[in-house]
């Protein structure tokens, strides 16, 4: 019975709350194309209170209460006619959306489903984040191409612990196979992953974006080996990892260490398939 009684009061003071107070409701967050999150809501209707702007706040927590964002910059400032917003990130992080209602101040009542989301949104990563503008050396190796030489040469991955799965003279015996193609070969061009292009405001992805600009952009390649596989031995996430390997990977085949590049490359074959396999493939090429 007490509970009841309890359900039944709390259903009377949110009535009565949402009828002084003009809050947004129905909030809902949608992963659309690429980098955008489109956010919808719908506007109060009947609120003695005139609304002249809304605020929408992102957070990459459940936005509970105003304290959260209260100090916080919004992702956007709109006008009270507004009922949608297309919001664009910058990585793979799930995020939380709510909309507060401005008279002369900011509303400061934050419910959850009502004006701020309950669950996560998050962009799509693709399966394969490949897309690149290397044309001129894919005619060289199309999608779907298969090399004669045996490719288990390419899972000698001593610098990064992984276990061998061939002796050193079956690789050595594999290296010399390419000896012949060398000339034909073009060194591919430095390629740069469409994340990296923006500085990120700090985290292990400015770090890295650090390291590009000052040292990959500028051919410092030595210089970037060193600090990239500084920056891969610390607790960074998954994904910025993978592209730091890649970016070693890069710095060790213009450096002409092509055999440790491959060795490099062949780590991250499952995350990025036809990019390394065109830098695998040039790099053994020039063994």
């Not at 010399?176 to 740069?192: D, G, H, I, Q, S």
């Not at 500028?218 to 060193?226: D, F, G, L, N, W």
């Not at 610390?234 to 060790?252: C, Q």
Request: proline residues 5%.
């Amino acid at each position: 019975m007490k509970k009841i009684v309890c359900s039944i009061f709390v259903f009377l003071s949110a009535f009565f709350i949402f009828a002084e107070k003009p809050i947004v409701k129905d909030i809902q967050a949608v992963a659309g194309k690429g980098t955008k999150i489109n956010i919808f809501w719908t506007l109060p209707e009947n609120s003695d209170q005139k609304i002249s702007e809304l605020y929408l706040y992102r957070s990459t927590k459940q936005i509970t209460s105003y304290s959260q964002i209260e100090k916080t910059k919004p992702v956007a400032k709109l006008t009270a006619d507004y009922t949608g917003y297309t919001d664009s990130v910058k990585d793979y992080n799930t995020y939380y959306y709510a909309v507060i209602s401005v008279t002369d101040t900011p509303c400061t009542l934050v419910l959850l489903s009502m004006n701020s989301t309950v669950s996560g949104t998050a962009i799509t990563i693709p399966k394969d984040k490949t897309t690149h503008k290397q044309t001129e050396y894919d005619k060289y190796y199309p999608d779907g191409t298969l090399r004669e030489t045996p490719l288990p040469y390419l899972d000698l991955i001593e610098d990064l612990k992984t276990e061998p799965l061939v002796s050193n003279k079956a690789a050595s015996d594999a290296a010399t196979l390419y000896t012949e193609n060398k000339k034909n070969a073009p060194l591919l061009k430095p390629y740069l992953f469409q994340e990296d292009l923006v500085s990120p405001d700090a985290g292990s992805e400015y770090l890295l974006f650090e390291i590009l600009k000052e040292d990959f952009v500028q051919k410092k390649y030595h210089s970037a080996i060193t600090r990239l596989e500084q920056l891969i031995g610390t607790n960074i996430p998954d994904n910025v990892k993978n592209r730091a390997v890649f970016y070693l990977g890069e710095s060790l085949y213009f450096s002409d260490d092509f055999e440790k590049s491959v060795r490099v490359f062949v780590t991250i074959r499952n995350i990025y398939p036809s990019l390394t396999k065109q830098w695998i493939d040039s790099a053994l090429s020039r063994l």
